[in-house]
């Protein structure tokens, strides 16, 4: 029969293991819709009321903020035969994403118990067309950030650093039938000077990595493949220092790009804290294990005195 010190000692110990997992796995991801902001445990994302413009940053090193920001659609026609917005090529339409209309929502999904916190932005911009017409085009932004690794659309979103932003583009008011959209994107450090540290692509995407005035680094990777109409095409991608721009093929229903963000620092920089949080655990949970075996024993002590008075 086990007495009550055995029952205490394994209350404990399977408390001590239910902690120090928890120290070791991490994994929290939530929504902060006071602050706008979406972070997990290692890094965190603040979202403009105005405009699609994200401001992200590591915990490990909080004053290097990077930006990532939707700028503005343009519709033109490709005079070049070359896929892309020249200086000398007719635009029709150039709409910035600048409104006070965005609608936030946020959803929380649960995969094979993973976390999945999504916030999608939502609005009506206004396209001006040639003729002097106004109409409006229906644009959603959703970003998605995880717990734990997991399977996402295309491809696997890593848990905790890496957050996943969707631009779903839908009944845009063409001026022809012949002509494209160019999604302009902007990115960098706020404050300090951005450092491009490589651009590199292969056969399926284009990937972007910058630093600021410190040790964390932002990586940028970019699907070249993306879905018109629900049907999956390449696209044409230019990048230059700062700037992403991206060629969309007419479209009926809508046209949806991807875009995987991530932050990440060197190991050393962040093994202190976790190494920190672990002694400070086990320091409690061998406080706690003292504390209740002194109390048994004085128990007991008391229990020996009684009978020997009585």
């Not at 940053?57 to 490709?78: N, P, T």
């Not at 939502?122 to 932004?141: D, V």
């Not at 001026?175 to 960098?188: A, P, R, W």
């Not at 630093?211 to 230019?238: A, F, K, R, V, W």
């Amino acid at each position: 029969m086990v007495s009550v010190r055995q029952a205490i000692l394994i209350i404990l110990l399977v408390s001590s293991i239910t902690m120090i997992q928890r120290v070791l796995s991490g994994g929290h991801v939530y929504w902060d819709p006071s602050r706008r902001v979406l972070e997990s445990d290692e890094i965190s994302m603040s979202l403009s009321p105005r405009k699609p413009r994200y401001v992200l940053w590591h915990k490990a090193e909080q004053k290097v903020r990077y930006f990532f920001e939707i700028e503005r659609i343009s519709e033109f026609v490709d005079v070049n035969g070359n896929g892309m917005l020249d200086l000398d090529t007719e635009r029709l339409v150039d709409a910035s994403l600048e409104s006070g209309g965005w609608r936030l929502h946020n959803r929380r999904h649960k995969r094979n118990n993973i976390v999945v916190e999504e916030i999608e932005m939502s609005a009506e911009i206004q396209i001006h067309e040639r003729w002097g017409r106004r109409r409006a085009a229906e644009i959603s932004i959703s970003s998605i950030m995880s717990n734990d690794d997991v399977q996402w659309d295309k491809g696997t979103l890593h848990a905790l650093h890496e957050i996943r932003i969707t631009l779903n583009i839908s009944k845009w008011p063409w001026n022809t039938d012949t002509s494209l959209l160019q999604v302009s994107i902007s990115y960098g450090v706020e404050e300090g000077t951005t450092n491009i540290i490589s651009t590199a692509e292969d056969t399926e995407s284009k990937n972007i990595e910058i630093s600021g005035d410190g040790l964390s680094m932002m990586y940028i990777n970019i699907s070249e493949t993306i879905q018109i109409d629900g049907e999956e095409t390449n696209t044409t991608i230019n990048l230059s220092e700062g700037s992403i721009r991206i060629t969309l093929t007419h479209f009926t229903n809508n046209a949806v790009l991807d875009f995987t963000l991530g932050i990440i620092v060197p190991e050393a920089a962040t093994s202190f804290s976790k190494n920190e949080d672990i002694a400070i655990t086990c320091f409690i949970i061998l406080v706690a294990t003292i504390a209740t075996l002194k109390i048994i024993a004085s128990r007991h002590k008391i229990e020996h005195i009684s009978k020997i008075v009585a």
